[in-house]
């Protein structure tokens, strides 16, 4: 059994997300999407709204579950007894972090392979933190988002369209 860990923060899960998600799960017999509760960024969502919403928009697929981690992201892929993390490379500007880690969990876990899948050109510009900036000022999310994330968003940041 091929299984995966996506980790993230997913403070929202974007399309780009979802697409990653996708293919991956196309690849491994089960995939584990889970948001990390430990990273140095204030989120704007809750882990419980985090995993919601990735349920939500992961619920087609079968082989994919949604969970979250405290701790080293190495020590929960063991503990579920996942070979590989995955990770979305946007452009190279993500590269060089993203070499820092899967070097680094290597060193800390040697039986766990960071596997890299190129993000869909379409998705290549989009970020959480792009969406949350367009939606702060009101700007159209439909085909960044999954369903239903833009209308969270709105309520999470009381705007509903109104002029200031
Ligand atoms: O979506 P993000 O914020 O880029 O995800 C980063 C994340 C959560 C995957 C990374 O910060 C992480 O793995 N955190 C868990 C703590 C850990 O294992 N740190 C050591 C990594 S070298």
Redesign the pocket.
Known sequence: MKKAIY?????PVTNGHLDLIERASRVFDEVIVSV?C??E?TPLFSIEERVKMLQDACGHLDNVTVDY?K?????YAKKHEAKAII?GLRAVSDFEFEL??AL??KR?NNDIETMFIMTAAEYSFLS?SIVKELAIFGAELKGLVPEGVEKLLKEKLDISGQEA
Do not use: I, R
């Open positions: 980790p993230g923060s997913f403070d990390a430990n990273t960024k981690f701790g080293l992201l190495v020590d990770k820092q880690m680094m969990n800390l959480s």
